[in-house]
């Protein structure tokens, strides 16, 4: 059996030296807006946004590594919305368990010294 060639013409060309997440100045202003917000409330979160965002400034292989930049995205905006808006308890729960090295870990794994007594009574409150 002899393998067959297609020339694919509906294709787009590859972008090359160009980021697609820099290039949209309302995204890009908006998210800075929100993590500046937040900024200096929590040593992690500064350290997570500061990676986060010499991650995007890089051309080179961000479409390959769309979906956990996408990830990171959001647990940044999660991150500083519950520093500018959440209970301390809260805010302590979701960032030594999805903000540290090592993190996210399994859904609902929590650190050591979370005062799950707060959170539970927040809960049940409702």
Known sequence: MNPTTVELLNQSAPLVDYNLF???SALVDALA???EGAAGRDAR?????DALLAELGEADGNELRARDLTQ???LAAQ??????HGPEPSCEA???SRLTSGAPAAFGTLPLGVDCEALMTRVLAR
């Not at 979160?45 to 946004?49: C, L, P, T």
């Open 22 to 24: 820099s290039s949209h």
């Open 33 to 35: 807006t929100l993590l």
């Open 45 to 49: 979160f500064d350290r997570y946004r």
């Open 72 to 74: 990171r995205l959001a």
């Open 79 to 84: 991150a500083a919305l519950l520093l500018q």
């Open 94 to 96: 979701f960032h030594g």
